[in-house]
């Protein structure tokens, strides 16, 4: 069965320390990897995309990694802000067309305390 | 370059009813997908548009139906409301009809249904 987990279901932290949230899948095959933040009552706002050839992307002070033999993922924030807080989503995408092949995780709610 | 639009941002119905949501695509996409997204939960595909036609469907009832436009934007509509109908339901635009191709979400329009 295909299935995108997350780790933890919620978080918080003090403004400036790192996190990381975690993404597992079992998607097969494997096409690419997102990881997407939504804000409360927001659509999802796309962070980084990765295909099975990467293993790291940045984007800010959002770092993705990716280990597609192991299947997981993981989303590290650096010296975190009050905006931080939010929702990210892990996606995960099958590499094929078709119907059904984008399998999000249910998230992972962070907040950011003062 | 005004990004994907979604009206109402909010709608209250009652049961049986029926709704129709709007969305009008990122200026040079031209396909539409919608997801439902229930209260801490990931986003569930519903269906893609492109070429004014449903390519792609979930695995949602024939309550859930839409149309596209030859300007690009979508409506979907939902007949027979049920109370776990109520959740933020997501129009996401992109170039072309695969679903591995980046997609870009508006912020939603929150359905509740009493």
């Known amino acids: 069965k295909n299935q995108v987990e997350q780790s933890p279901q919620s978080l918080i932290i003090l403004e400036g320390k790192n996190c990381t949230l975690q993404?597992?899948?079992?998607?097969?095959?494997?096409?690419?990897l997102r990881w997407y933040k939504q804000d409360t009552g927001r659509g999802p706002v796309s962070l980084t995309i990765?295909?099975?050839?990467?293993n790291t992307k940045s984007n800010g002070r959002y770092t993705a990694t990716l280990d597609a033999d192991t299947k997981q993922s993981s989303l590290h924030i650096t010296a975190s802000q009050l905006s931080d807080s939010a929702s990210y989503i892990c996606?995960?995408?099958?590499?094929?067309?078709?119907?059904?092949?984008?399998?999000f995780g249910t998230g992972t709610r962070l907040t950011v305390i003062p | 370059d005004a990004g994907v639009t979604q009206s109402p941002t909010h709608l209250i119905k009652t049961r049986g009813q029926q709704v129709t949501l709007r969305c009008s695509p990122k200026?040079?996409?031209?396909?539409v997908s919608w997801y439902q997204q229930a209260l801490g939960q990931g986003p569930q595909f519903i269906f893609q548009?492109?070429?004014?036609?449903?390519?792609q469907r979930g695995n949602f009832p024939d309550r859930f139906s839409g149309h596209q436009f030859p300007n690009y934007s979508s409506e979907l509509n939902v007949n027979a409301l049920l109370l776990g109908d109520s959740a933020l339901y997501l129009c996401?635009?992109?170039?072309?009809?695969?679903?591995?191709?980046?997609?870009?979400f508006g912020p939603g329009t929150r359905l509740t249904v009493l």
């Open positions: 996401a635009s992109s170039v072309g009809p695969s679903l591995l191709w980046e997609q870009f």
């Open positions: 993404c597992n899948y079992t998607v097969s095959p494997f096409s690419n």
């Open positions: 990765m295909t099975f050839s990467e």
């Open positions: 996606v995960v995408s099958f590499d094929q067309t078709g119907a059904n092949n984008l399998f």
């Open positions: 200026s040079g996409h031209d396909t």
């Open positions: 548009y492109y070429e004014e036609e449903e390519r």
